[in-house]
């Protein structure tokens, strides 16, 4: 079977780093390093970084100005030698290359340890804050966001702030498998060809929809787990999200009360939500890389780079673009996102944090009858700012994410520096 998972391209946009775009391969010529031995290396074997799929695993970029569908290209076989050198400069260069390797590797991790566990406390009191609808404090700033998380670590522990974390691990779990699988047995593409048209994009958005269904149930006791208190709350298992997902649609498990929403009737808002997310990620992400690399391209017509520029340049754009996009989805669609865990937690019997106060505890008893009844009642109530409540976290959580990128720059600039 031949697999429809094309190189270098993901969804929408293209995922492809600075390294293996044919549009901006004058970025990197082989003029810009140092000897033919480093051009060997770079091309043949660039490190690939955890959570990027711009390569798959095992596989290989193909060599400067040789097309993707030829034949893999054996770098440390065929490696050049930049003369009279012996062996020390193949030593020095498969050095360079463990160094880059392992610097790739870690940038990645930083990237996703930010986004997955140390914004974690961000997720939990921002969607604490969106689902309390008693809150008079709005928390739309991220100074109020900071006093109160100190107020329930002070009050429950840091337990407070980490709850559910394991349940947003699963549902990632889910949602991938569940893509996987529906691509594998239906025509639906899981990635877009580079030759693009419209029933593609449609086939494409279909399967996220049926992908998005699936894994909604999940989502919604993964929900409940970040935002029901920790004075009430049980001791749970890790496979809690699933078991609770499973009884949400067979409509067993754990009582809930007459206004629980049925899942046909958020079928709707979390389809919504999640491909006008996927969507704007995809678009911004495509915009920012071809800004990233035209000035990188321009950059290296300008003036001479060094290696460590451009290794540099070839991992940060997509950490970049990646930050940007999901930065300008959550902004945008976080009123749309408040309406949908409202919808989610009606009538599951939650009992959530008082984040007025910092202790004591909130029943959750709206009445929503659907979507348009939750907007309507959210801005006669609360008014248009009611749909940003909790928004000071989102500000902190990437604050948090741009520093580590940052930091994770900085130390990688040293540690290439010193192996040069």
Same mark, same amino acid.
């Given at each position: 079977?031949?697999p429809?998972?094309?190189?270098?391209?993901?969804?929408?946009?293209?995922?492809?780093?600075?390294?293996?775009?044919?549009?901006?391969? @004058?970025? *990197?010529?082989?003029?810009? *390093?140092?000897?033919?031995?480093?051009?060997?290396?770079?091309?043949? +074997?660039?490190?690939?970084?955890p959570?990027?799929?711009?390569?798959?695993?095992?596989?290989? %970029?193909?060599?400067?100005?040789?097309?993707?569908? %030829?034949?893999?290209?054996?770098? /440390?076989a065929?490696?050049?030698?930049?003369?009279?050198?012996?062996?020390?400069g193949?030593?020095?260069?498969?050095?360079?290359?463990?160094?880059?390797?392992?610097?790739?590797?870690?940038?990645?991790?930083?990237?996703?340890f930010?986004?997955?566990?140390l914004?974690?406390?961000?997720?939990?009191?921002?969607?604490?804050?969106?689902?309390?609808?008693?809150?008079?404090?709005?928390?739309? +700033?991220?100074?109020?966001?900071?006093?109160?998380?100190?107020?329930?670590?002070?009050?429950?522990?840091?337990?407070?702030?980490?709850?559910?974390?394991?349940?947003?691990?699963?549902?990632?779990?889910v949602t991938?498998?569940?893509?996987?699988?529906?691509?594998?047995?239906?025509?639906?593409p899981?990635e877009?060809?580079?030759?693009?048209?419209?029933?593609?994009?449609?086939?494409h958005l279909?399967?996220?929809?049926?992908?998005?269904?699936?894994?909604?149930?999940?989502?919604?006791?993964?929900l409940?787990?970040t935002?029901?208190? &920790?004075?009430?709350?049980?001791?749970?298992?890790?496979l809690?999200?699933?078991?609770?997902?499973?009884?949400?649609?067979?409509?067993?498990?754990?009582?809930?009360?007459?206004?629980?929403?049925?899942l046909?009737?958020?079928? *709707?808002?979390?389809?919504?939500?999640?491909?006008?997310h996927?969507?704007? %990620?995809?678009?911004?992400?495509?915009?920012?890389?071809?800004?990233l690399?035209?000035? +990188?391209?321009n950059?290296?017509?300008?003036?001479?780079?060094?290696?460590v520029?451009?290794?540099?340049?070839?991992? *940060? /754009?997509?950490?970049?673009?990646?930050?940007?996009?999901?930065?300008?989805s959550?902004?945008?669609?976080?009123?749309?996102?408040?309406?949908?865990?409202?919808?989610?937690?009606?009538?599951?019997?939650?009992?959530?944090?008082?984040?007025?106060?910092g202790?004591?505890?909130?029943?959750?008893?709206?009445?929503?009858?659907?979507?348009?009844?939750?907007?309507?009642?959210?801005?006669? &109530? &609360?008014?248009?700012?009611?749909?940003?409540? @909790?928004?000071?976290?989102?500000?902190?959580?990437?604050?948090?994410?741009?520093?580590?990128?940052?930091?994770t720059?900085?130390?990688?600039?040293?540690?290439?520096?010193?192996?040069?």
């Amino acid at each position: 079977m031949h697999p429809r998972r094309p190189d270098g391209f993901d969804g929408l946009g293209y995922r492809g780093g600075a390294r293996d775009e044919q549009g901006f391969g @004058g970025a *990197f010529p082989a003029r810009s *390093f140092s000897s033919g031995s480093d051009l060997g290396h770079w091309v043949t +074997t660039p490190p690939d970084i955890p959570g990027s799929r711009n390569l798959h695993w095992g596989e290989k %970029s193909p060599p400067y100005g040789v097309p993707s569908t %030829s034949t893999p290209y054996e770098g /440390p076989a065929e490696e050049p030698f930049s003369g009279g050198g012996g062996g020390g400069g193949s030593v020095q260069g498969q050095s360079s290359e463990q160094l880059n390797r392992f610097a790739g590797f870690g940038i990645g991790l930083a990237s996703l340890f930010t986004e997955n566990v140390l914004a974690h406390p961000c997720i939990v009191l921002r969607r604490q804050c969106q689902v309390n609808y008693h809150a008079r404090h709005y928390h739309l +700033t991220p100074f109020t966001v900071i006093n109160i998380m100190y107020s329930f670590n002070k009050t429950q522990g840091p337990r407070a702030l980490w709850k559910g974390m394991g349940s947003t691990f699963i549902v990632q779990g889910v949602t991938l498998g569940a893509e996987g699988i529906i691509s594998e047995f239906t025509p639906l593409p899981r990635e877009i060809l580079h030759k693009w048209n419209p029933k593609q994009i449609g086939e494409h958005l279909l399967l996220k929809s049926l992908t998005y269904i699936v894994a909604m149930p999940f989502y919604s006791a993964s929900l409940i787990e970040t935002v029901q208190s &920790e004075i009430i709350r049980d001791n749970a298992g890790i496979l809690e999200c699933v078991k609770e997902g499973i009884g949400r649609v067979i409509g067993m498990g754990v009582p809930h009360s007459k206004r629980l929403l049925p899942l046909l009737s958020l079928i *709707f808002p979390t389809v919504l939500h999640g491909v006008l997310h996927y969507i704007i %990620s995809s678009v911004i992400q495509k915009f920012v890389l071809l800004i990233l690399k035209r000035k +990188t391209y321009n950059s290296h017509l300008a003036e001479s780079t060094s290696p460590v520029q451009s290794m540099l340049d070839a991992y *940060f /754009p997509e950490l970049i673009a990646n930050f940007a996009a999901s930065l300008c989805s959550d902004v945008i669609l976080y009123p749309l996102e408040t309406v949908l865990h409202r919808l989610h937690i009606q009538g599951t019997r939650t009992i959530i944090d008082n984040t007025d106060l910092g202790y004591e505890v909130l029943p959750i008893n709206t009445q929503y009858e659907g979507m348009r009844d939750c907007i309507n009642t959210i801005r006669q &109530e &609360e008014g248009v700012l009611g749909f940003y409540k @909790g928004f000071g976290a989102v500000i902190i959580q990437y604050t948090l994410h741009a520093a580590v990128l940052q930091i994770t720059k900085i130390i990688y600039s040293t540690l290439l520096q010193n192996s040069v």
